[in-house]
C-alpha cells in the first residue's frame, strides 16, 4: 500500500538537544507575508472570505490546510472560525506530518516557545517535557521542526482569533506507520476533551487535474468524517492504486488525521462536521490541471440534550424480580426456563436494554452475570442473565436446589456505554466501568464502588487487575467506557 506523504526526504537520525531556544519563524515571507501589518490585513481579508462560524458547539479539534495562504488560507480561515474566540484553553496541541525528514514516532518542541511575525506563541514546555519524558514514542529533535511550515502556519490565525492567551503543545511526526500513529494515539486521548482544542495541519490531493482533486477530496474527507482509521486507509489505498494522473497522495499529513481517528475512533459522542472544499484551482494564482486540495473539518462533542431518564416503577421492578426468581426455580430443577406471559408486563420491559443479574447468598456474592447490549428486551435479558448467573459465572459451581431459598437477587439495569477520553468523566458510585485493552476487558458496576469504599484510582486499579487482567496500572492506557445503572432488589 502506498501511502505518500508530500515530500519526504530521509536524514541521519540526529537529535537536537540543548538550551532552551525560541523556534523563530521559518516560512513567513514566503507561506505568508512577513511584515506585521501586512499579515494582519491578510488574516482580516481572509477571515472575512471564509465561511462564518456555524455555531457549532464543544468543538475539540479543526483539520485545516497549510499551504501558502494565498491558496488555502480562505480554507483554513473556516476552520478557525468555527471554534469559540472567547474559549480560554488549556493547552492547543498542534499536529503536523513532516515534510523534510523521516525519523520514527513524534517530535514535540520543548525547547522554547514559537515566534511569528504577530508575536510570540507561548509553548507548554512543561507538558511537552512530560509527553516527552512519558512516552517512548516522542521525542524532542529540533531538526524536524527548523524547517517545517505545517504548525507555523497555523499560528497566526489562531493569534488572530482568539482572545486570550494560549499555550501550544507543537506536534510534529516523522512516522509513516499506523500502529505508530496508534501509539501517538494513546499518549495523547486523555487530552480530548473540551478544555484542550487540537489542530490537525493538512492539506488533501497532491498533483490531479481539478476534476479529479474534487473527486479525490471528497471521498477521502467523506472516509474521515466516518471517524474510522480503517476506512481511511482503505480510500486514500483504492485511489492511489487507481493511477490517476499526477496524484502523488490523497492526504498530505495523513498520519496526522489517521492519529486523530485512532482518538475519536468508538467515541459516539464525537460529531464530524465538514465546513469547506476547495483546492488551489479555484484561486487566482492556481492552474487547473496541477492542483492541491483543501478541505476545512470540525470534530465537536455532540450537544447532551436533556432526556426524559429511564426509570422502573414498582410493579416493574417486581415483575422483573419475580422473572428472575422463577427463571432460577425451573432452569435449576428442571433445565428449562419458563414462559413470561408479555400481556401482564409494560411497555417498558419489553424495551431493549441491557442488564446484569446478581445473586446473593448470605450477603455474600454467589453468581452474577450480564451483558452491555441491547438487542434484546429487557425482560428476555434479565431471564437469560438469571441463568448464566446461577449456572454459568465460572468462579462459582452452579446453584443446586437447596441453595434457592437462601439466594437474594439484584438486577441492574444498564443505560448504553459511552467511551470517555479521561477519567475526569467518570464518576465514582454513579458509573460503572468497561475497560478493553487488546483482546481482554472487564467491568465493575457502579454499585461495586458504595460496596467497597474505594477510591477512583483503587476502582480502577482492581478492575484492570482484576477483572481485566491486564495489570494495576493497565487502565492508563485502555479504551475506557462508563454506563450508569438502575439497581433494585429483593427485600428480605
Not at 20 to 29: C, H, K, L
Not at 53 to 60: A, F, M, P, T, Y
Amino acid at each position: 500500500m502506498f501511502l505518500a506523504p508530500c515530500f519526504l526526504l530521509l536524514c541521519a537520525d540526529c537529535q537536537s538537544q540543548g538550551e532552551r531556544m525560541d523556534r523563530p519563524p521559518a516560512v513567513a515571507g514566503s507561506f505568508y507575508p512577513a511584515p506585521q501589518e501586512e499579515l494582519k490585513a491578510t488574516l482580516k481579508q481572509l477571515f472575512k472570505n471564509a465561511v462564518p462560524s456555524k455555531n457549532i458547539q464543544n468543538v475539540i479539534a479543526v483539520i485545516c490546510p497549510h499551504a501558502g495562504y494565498v491558496f488555502s488560507g480562505e480554507v483554513a480561515a473556516s476552520a478557525f472560525n468555527q471554534i469559540d474566540p472567547a474559549k480560554d484553553y488549556e493547552n492547543i496541541f498542534v499536529i503536523g506530518s513532516s515534510h523534510h525528514i523521516a525519523f520514527e514516532g513524534a517530535s514535540i518542541y520543548s525547547q522554547g516557545n514559537f515566534i511569528t511575525p504577530l508575536g510570540t506563541v507561548k509553548v507548554n514546555t512543561g507538558l511537552a517535557d512530560q509527553l516527552i519524558k512519558n512516552n517512548s514514542v516522542f521525542s524532542n529533535r529540533t531538526d524536524a521542526h527548523e524547517r517545517e511550515h505545517s504548525i507555523e502556519v497555523q499560528l497566526p490565525f489562531l493569534q488572530v482569533r482568539l482572545k486570550k492567551d494560549f499555550k501550544i503543545v507543537p506536534i510534529i511526526l516523522g512516522t509513516q506507520s499506523p500502529e505508530i500513529c496508534q501509539r501517538i494515539a494513546r499518549a495523547l486521548r486523555p487530552f480530548l476533551n473540551t478544555k484542550n482544542l487540537f489542530v490537525i495541519s493538512s492539506d488533501f490531493s497532491h498533483y490531479p487535474s481539478y476534476t479529479d482533486a474534487k473527486n479525490v477530496d471528497k471521498a477521502t474527507a467523506d472516509a474521515i468524517l466516518t471517524n474510522s482509521p480503517e476506512n481511511l486507509i482503505r480510500s486514500m489505498a483504492r485511489y492511489e492504486k487507481k493511477g490517476i494522473s499526477n496524484l502523488a497522495t490523497c492526504l498530505c499529513g495523513w498520519t496526522s488525521v489517521l492519529t486523530l481517528l485512532y482518538m475519536t475512533e468508538g467515541n459516539r459522542d464525537v460529531l464530524f462536521t465538514h465546513i469547506q472544499y476547495k483546492n488551489s484551482g479555484d484561486t487566482e494564482y492556481g492552474e487547473n490541471d496541477r492542483v492541491v486540495g483543501y478541505n476545512a473539518i470540525t470534530i465537536s462533542f455532540k450537544e447532551k440534550k436533556e432526556q426524559s431518564e429511564f426509570t422502573l416503577t414498582d410493579k416493574d421492578k417486581k415483575d422483573l424480580l419475580g422473572i428472575a426468581r422463577n427463571t432460577v426455580v425451573h432452569y435449576i430443577k428442571d433445565g428449562k426456563a419458563p414462559d413470561v406471559n408479555e400481556n401482564n408486563l409494560s411497555s417498558l420491559l419489553k424495551t431493549n436494554c441491557g442488564a446484569f443479574v446478581t445473586l446473593k447468598k448470605n450477603g455474600n456474592l454467589r453468581g452474577c452475570i450480564g451483558r452491555f447490549d441491547a438487542s434484546e428486551p429487557l425482560y428476555k435479558v434479565v431471564q437469560e442473565m438469571a441463568i448464566a448467573s446461577s449456572t454459568q459465572d465460572t468462579r462459582f459451581l452452579p446453584v443446586e436446589s437447596n441453595e434457592i431459598p437462601e439466594l437474594e437477587i439484584e438486577i441492574s439495569v444498564l443505560t448504553p456505554m459511552r467511551r470517555i477520553s479521561s477519567i475526569d468523566e467518570f464518576e465514582l458510585g454513579r458509573h460503572g466501568i468497561y475497560m478493553r485493552k487488546g483482546y481482554r476487558s472487564g467491568t465493575f458496576l457502579p454499585q461495586v464502588a458504595s460496596e467497597t469504599g474505594w477510591t477512583k484510582e483503587e476502582f480502577l486499579g482492581h478492575c484492570a487487575r482484576d477483572k481485566a487482567g491486564i495489570g494495576w496500572n493497565g487502565w492508563k492506557d485502555a479504551e475506557l467506557f462508563v454506563y450508569e445503572a438502575l439497581v433494585f432488589g429483593e427485600e428480605k
